[in-house]
């Protein structure tokens, strides 16, 4: 990985990272970039045919459904082209795997109800959306929650 820095006057306060999509480096940086900007990071998502940019602060959680991976948010769910492990790897340190088939927003758990199988259900903060936390994920996240 090489890495370069052109100074232009001609151009914006642009900060461009070029990486292959698995490499977690980019990520890294991409994340210590917005940090350093005090920026929120935004992700293209799709409903019917708009694109929407929205902040990944107001999701909730993504989850993969036979269609692909789904962004929900309080009130509404979009289309995301980026695999979850692709996400893993640029979203905020609030979001966490929390199953085979979903990461959630930590910050908008508001509850955790256990089931007989020792897995969760994980309900949010002002929406009535759920989604599974696996046995694998559930104590990781207890820690998380508790931080």
Known sequence: MAVRLE???DTGNDIIIKCK???PFGAEIYRYACSLLDQPSTIPMYKDKEEFFIETDLVLYFETEINGVIAHTRDEKYKVKQRLYELELT???NFMRISKSAIANTSYI???TRSFSSSGLVQFKGS???????RKYINELKVRLLE
């Open 110 to 112: 508001s509850s955790i």
């Open 91 to 93: 979203l905020p340190d």
């Open 7 to 9: 100074n232009s006057d």
């Open 128 to 134: 009535n959306k759920k989604v599974y936390v696996s």
């Open 21 to 23: 999509s698995n490499n």
